[in-house]
């Protein structure tokens, strides 16, 4: 069974630019997680999408933003690029709602802001 | 303030020795994560706690949920090199938040 898959794995942009990351959940998952993982800041929960719905978004500003599609896959942009958005993106699928403790992670996309 | 926080930061041990990592919560928290994650990948889930004074074992690795439910204890036995890693506790609700880490390396 495949595991959460992310795409691009390396994403190069300069700042005012943006970017859109891409996540594809296992199968038969329908809740995906997305966070941040910057350095000397720890994992941090951005965005929270189940059945093609916004559940909870973490303490972001709002140029991040994104989607889930009909087949759960998921949207990560981020607008107005700064440089303090250079992180590892992460993203994870659960089970649905009922499951939120057991998520599964994706490698992750590492995004750099020139 | 960091709503959970992990002790120690870093851990460098020689293999065969036993460690323990913390993670204290200002908190109670109906259920928590423990994750490994290795350099270029994303975290792997370890385990799951849920009842206050559990204790689950993987192999050589023993997780304890405190009584409270506010902290949890990783306590691994004769660590070996493929245990290092970046060790990771999470809490889950509506929101989830993670713990600022214990990066551990395992010395051959």
């Known amino acids: 069974e495949a595991g959460v898959t992310q795409s691009p794995t390396h994403l190069i942009k300069t700042r005012g630019q943006q970017a859109t990351l891409r996540c594809s959940p296992i199968s038969g998952h329908t809740s995906v997680y997305w966070y941040q993982q910057a350095l000397g800041l720890g994992l941090q929960f951005l965005l929270w999408y189940d059945e093609g719905e916004e559940r909870n978004r973490g303490n972001f500003p709002p140029r991040f933003s994104g989607r889930q599609f009909p087949n759960y896959s998921s949207e990560l942009n981020v607008n107005a690029l700064e440089l303090e958005d250079s992180a590892l993106y992460l993203c994870a699928s659960s089970a649905g709602l009922a499951s939120a403790d057991t998520q599964y992670f994706g490698p992750g996309t590492r995004l750099t802001v020139l | 303030t960091q709503l959970l926080e992990q002790s120690p930061q870093f851990l460098s041990i020689q293999e065969g020795e036993n460690l323990t990592v913390y993670c204290n919560s200002s908190s109670v928290f109906s259920s928590l994560q423990w994750y490994r994650q290795e350099p270029g990948e994303g975290p792997v889930l370890l385990v799951t706690?849920?009842?206050?004074?559990e204790v689950k074992k993987l192999k050589r690795l023993t997780f304890q949920f405190g009584d409270a439910r506010k902290d949890s204890s990783l306590h691994i036995t004769a660590a070996q090199p493929g245990d290092t890693g970046l060790y990771l506790c999470?809490?889950?609700?509506?929101?989830?938040?993670f713990g600022t880490g214990t990066s551990l390396t395992v010395i051959p």
């Open positions: 706690v849920v009842t206050g004074g």
């Open positions: 999470e809490i889950t609700g509506n929101q989830f938040y």
